[in-house]
């Protein structure tokens, strides 16, 4: 969990102003009372004008805008990370169903976060403040209620120790049982169909109703050991402020305690036991979240023992790809396309079009190094482009298709996993006019856009995951069909911002709608297996193929793969 506090540092010096700004509610009544005791009100009533006045205006000016600060950038931070690493995976290029709902466990993991960087850590660090100051005043008026805590804390931890192993094991069985629940779910709707064909629905639906009663039951086993978690920290607690209080006024009568120190001693005893009662909730719930987190730390700590085998990044524009008799194709004596030279270059929109099965996903693919040529060489400058890392590709190339995941959260959320615009990104969503349809939502970029992005309108959707790419900034982007089976508004938006985009990065787009070659500089033909380049003026007059499938847009449903 230490671990965490490396992440944000440029927000950290925030995060400690803010926790200590915070703690000012508990100190200023200790600082009365002392300067009561030593009989200086008018010292008092200064002191607590200034701090009040200091308090107000962290309240009204500084709050406002840096609230969070310090859990927002570590949280990026992490996130940022967290996705190059996987990037960096071998298998980045195949993500399975599985591989989703691992990320979207982990993402969840990200989010929750929020309790470590902007309660848990300020917390701890109020309680340490706190507690010194309890030293302080038990060694100044000769008291042992600072022993106290020490003595609740280690009686919680022997309790804890108990009811944690039984925490943990329960955590295990709840997890599994959600999992088999949600998998089994996901397996029978996709094959319902089926199911109900062979008379089977109400037999797979019986195993579904005894997977949800074992989950039903495994999160009440783990609330019901939740609950006594909180009346043990409760409990001492509780009792820690009553002993406290009833030792502060034997002292009291006695003598020993004049009123004023007395109320300083086990106020500050009561605060720092509220602290603690905090802690002990949260700490509870940062832990019921470390399998995500382990396997967040554990994918980044991964990815920085790999190797690098190319040096190219991002932060260099590429001047073009070239394509050099290249063939691409799944078998040597079928080649889908033969002896292509062609180059991509910044400055003009690149359009793909052919029939299906012609090899034009095929082709994106080869480009995007992730099918090696039957012969020939892709070179992204002078590198070529198989010999790139699974990382300096990520790097490098930016794909979007048609179905695009989105994650559960929010729409920020998704627009900012891989933001390269640090707090500007909005002027930059602006400047290329999209995700204008944000301000009509009911909570603007804090609307959750539900699981797959379920809760947005199709073409919601499909501006999302463009806008989502482009904010990665990458120097290459390749577009399979974004802006098909979507509405006409929406997909002019994208088309706009993709003409802004090719002053400065290289665009290669593929479309079943011919009619939207006509926006490209250069359109790209497959045909006969052979790839013919042009504009699509010219392709329309000499090529009858192209222009039977521009008149007859209905051709392009020709059975075969592409």
């Known amino acids: 969990m230490l671990g965490l506090l490396k992440y944000g540092r440029d927000k950290l010096g925030a995060g400690v102003i803010e926790a200590i700004f915070d703690w000012l509610p508990t100190v200023l009544p200790v600082i009365i009372a002392l300067e009561l005791a030593a009989n200086r009100a008018m010292e008092a009533i200064v002191v607590a004008g200034v701090l009040g006045i200091f308090w107000l205006l962290y309240i009204t000016i500084y709050e406002r805008h840096h609230r969070h600060d310090w859990a927002m950038s570590a949280k990026r931070e992490l996130r940022d990370r967290y996705f190059e690493a996987l990037y960096q995976r071998n298998d980045a290029a195949a993500a399975t169903g ?25 917390t701890s660090l109020q309680a340490m403040m706190t507690y010194l100051l309890l030293i302080g005043l038990s060694i100044w008026y000769r008291s042992w209620l600072a022993l106290l805590p020490l003595a609740c804390v280690l009686l919680i931890g022997f309790v804890m120790m108990f009811l944690g192993k039984q925490m943990s094991a329960q955590n295990k069985t709840h997890l599994a049982g959600f999992l088999k629940m949600g998998g089994r779910f996901i397996n029978d709707l996709r094959g319902m169909n089926t199911l109900v064909m062979y008379n089977a629905a109400d037999r797979y639906g019986k195993k579904f109703a005894d997977d949800s009663e074992y ?34 006024v034997l002292q009291l009568i006695g003598g020993q305690l004049p009123a004023a120190g007395a109320f300083a001693t086990w106020f500050t005893l009561a605060m720092m036991m509220v602290n603690a009662r905090q802690l002990g909730y949260f700490v509870h719930v940062v ?13 980044i700590a991964k990815a920085k023992a790999a190797p690098a085998t190319v040096r190219i990044t991002d932060n260099r524009p590429l001047k073009q790809i070239t394509l050099d008799q290249v063939t691409i194709g799944y078998a040597p004596d079928k080649p889908l396309v033969t002896s292509i030279d062609a180059t991509l270059e910044p400055g003009k929109l690149y359009g793909l079009a052919g029939e299906n099965g012609t090899g034009k996903s095929t082709l994106i693919q080869a480009i995007l190094g992730r099918l090696e040529p039957l012969s020939g060489t892709i070179m992204a400058d002078n590198t070529a482009v198989t010999a790139l890392s699974n990382a300096q590709k990520a790097a490098v190339f930016g794909y979007v298709t048609a179905d695009e995941y989105l994650f559960s959260g929010t729409v ?113 033909f497959i045909h006969d297996q052979h790839l013919l380049v042009a504009n699509h003026e010219q392709l329309y007059q000499e090529q009858p193929a192209y222009r039977r499938l521009v008149d007859n847009p209905e051709t392009m449903q020709k059975e075969g793969a592409r």
């Open 412 to 524: 920020q959320e998704n627009l900012l996993l891989g933001n390269r615009f640090g707090d500007t990104w909005q002027r930059k969503l602006d400047d290329l006019g999209l995700m204008q349809f944000v301000p009509k939502l009911e909570k603007r970029y804090d609307t959750q856009v539900g699981e797959g992005g379920r809760l947005l309108s199709p073409g919601q959707r499909q501006q999302l995951a463009f806008a989502r790419m482009l904010l990665a900034d990458k120097t290459v982007y390749l577009l399979d069909e974004i802006t098909s089976s979507i509405d006409k508004v929406n997909a002019a938006a994208i088309l706009a911002a993709v003409k802004k985009l090719i002053q400065e990065k290289i665009v290669l787009f593929i479309s079943h709608n011919l009619s939207a070659m006509a926006q490209a500089d250069v359109v790209w």
């Open 98 to 122: 599985a591989d989703n709902a691992v990320i979207q466990r982990d993402l969840g993991g990200l989010n929750n976060l929020d309790m470590f960087y902007s309660t848990l850590f300020p």
């Open 287 to 299: 832990k019921s979240n470390g399998p995500s987190l382990a396997a967040i730390l554990g994918t």
């Open 215 to 248: 989950f039903r039951q495994a999160t009440m086993n783990l609330l019901k050991t939740q609950l006594q978690v909180l009346f043990v920290i409760n409990g001492f607690v509780y009792l820690t402020v009553f002993v406290g209080g009833f030792v502060t």
